[in-house]
């Protein structure tokens, strides 16, 4: 090919774009005290996992979203609200872009179930929209404009394993060996994650914190990075923890019986992810994930199994 040729080929940019972004799995969650600006620090362990938010962008004169995929999303804004279209919007103004963006988000990570789906939608926004305008932003200065939208959109963002600290967007890169095999059960009531923090803070007041102790600054438990690092999923079940679990389990009681059915079954533990109710289930290898699946879907209760850590937001070829 003629190389002038090449280069005006290389200059045009697509009209559409296509990324995903991963949901999220907090495989250790430390709460701490309410502040009083009305946050908390936390510590938490990041696995990113392979059940993945698609992301299309086309051009536009102005902002849309639409939503499609296995995951209902009708109750779900479709306004300037709605974090992906915040996202493409922060983007717009940071890079001085004058036109807009019409998206169509493909779900399946659930809503409202503590593995970051928004989160998720917006780190695939800000990839997606970046090559569609045809900016060149390094990650870092992406990374920036995602801390902006929330929490856990930076390591929506980056993927693999990570801690985060602060209000969970300050990152490190934690190393992590070989593939963690999961089966997460879906529940179809959503928990707001202000409203189980606020509940936390209750059940803290309420036992004076004899049972949940919380610290200021919590840190992320040393085994926990030993067993990333090892790729050992025995060690890592035997350190799975989440300080908001039993706040979630006192909003919504069934999922104590998901949990004890999830490890009856072969699991080698269970948690609520994040703030909840999606519970996820860490096992042995695929046939235990397998044999998992199909008990927890015999008991009525939507499962998926899934692998992890996964790379964070990228094009989609």
Not at 37 to 49: M, Q, R, S
Not at 153 to 166: C, D, W, Y
Not at 255 to 276: C, F, I, M, P, Q
Request: hydrophobic share 45%.
């Amino acid at each position: 090919m003629d190389p002038r040729r090449a280069a005006r080929v290389e200059d045009v940019q697509p009209s559409v774009v296509r990324a995903k972004a991963p949901g999220k799995i907090n495989v250790y969650l430390g709460v701490g005290s309410l502040q009083d600006d009305g946050y908390h620090e936390i510590a938490t362990a990041y696995h990113a996992v392979s059940l993945l938010e698609i992301v299309e962008a086309r051009e536009a004169d102005d902002f849309s979203v639409e939503f499609t995929g296995p995951v209902d999303s009708s109750g779900l804004s479709t306004g300037a609200d709605n974090l992906a279209v915040r996202a493409a919007m922060l983007l717009a103004r940071h890079a001085k872009v004058t036109n807009g963006v019409a998206l169509s988000i493909e779900k399946h990570v659930p809503i409202a179930g503590g593995m970051g789906g928004g989160s998720a939608d917006a780190a695939a926004t800000l990839v997606a929209c970046a090559e569609l305008w045809g900016l060149r932003l390094g990650r870092d200065e992406l990374h920036r404009l995602a801390a902006r939208l929330g929490a856990d959109v930076p390591f929506a963002l980056q993927g693999g394993t990570a801690v985060g600290t602060g209000r969970g967007d300050e990152l490190s890169p934690a190393l992590a060996q070989g593939q963690l095999h999961w089966v997460l059960a879906f529940s179809d009531d959503g928990l707001a994650t202000p409203e189980v923090y606020a509940e936390l803070d209750e059940h803290r007041m309420r036992h004076r914190a004899d049972i949940m102790p919380a610290v200021r600054r919590p840190e992320v438990d040393a085994r926990v990075l030993q067993a990333l690092r090892l790729g050992d999923a025995h060690m890592l079940a035997e350190v799975l923890s989440n300080d908001l679990q039993p706040a979630a389990l006192h909003l919504a009681p069934r999922l104590a019986g998901t949990l004890e059915l999830g490890e009856r079954n072969g699991a080698l533990a269970g948690l609520v992810s994040g703030s909840g109710p999606t519970c996820a289930f860490l096992c042995a290898d695929l046939d235990s994930a397998l044999e998992l699946q199909i008990a927890l879907s015999a008991a009525r209760i939507p499962a998926t199994k899934v692998t992890g850590p996964v790379p964070g937001a990228r094009l989609i070829d």
